[in-house]
């Protein structure tokens, strides 16, 4: 089994940095991606950002390109979401998922971090 764990969400004012967390354990031989997504109320998750986590090869959600860097320390097996000239729109919550089946398939969720971006 996988279990994801978010910390490092808060409060923060327009143009300010946050750098997430997402703790992984279990079973990570068994990983192909993991993702960040986000969700804010009344809309449907999105997807902000992706990270292989053998080869570390990354994709980015348009919206947060050039803002936002996804990164992991294997070693740690801990994944990163450093987020830099942050919006109010990127107020949401933040999750961490585990693609373990290599067809953007996402089993494993983390509970989520609050980000909350104020203008």
């Known amino acids: 089994q996988v279990q994801l764990v978010e910390s490092g969400g808060g409060l923060v004012q327009t143009g300010g940095s946050l750098r997430l967390s997402c703790a992984v354990s279990?079973?990570?031989?068994?990983?192909?991606?993991i993702d960040w997504f986000r969700q804010s109320p009344g809309a449907e998750r999105e997807f902000v950002a992706s990270?292989?986590?053998?080869?570390?090869?990354?994709e980015y959600a348009d919206s947060v390109k050039g803002r936002f860097t996804i990164s992991r320390d294997n070693a740690k097996n801990t994944l990163f979401l450093q987020m830099n000239s942050l919006k109010p729109e990127d107020t949401a919550v933040y999750y961490c998922?585990?693609?373990?089946?290599?067809?953007?398939?996402?089993?494993?969720w983390g509970q989520g971090t609050q980000v909350t971006v104020s203008s």
């Open positions: 990270i292989n986590w053998s080869g570390g090869g990354t």
């Open positions: 279990g079973r990570t031989s068994t990983i192909y991606t």
């Open positions: 998922a585990a693609d373990r089946s290599g067809f953007g398939r996402f089993d494993k």
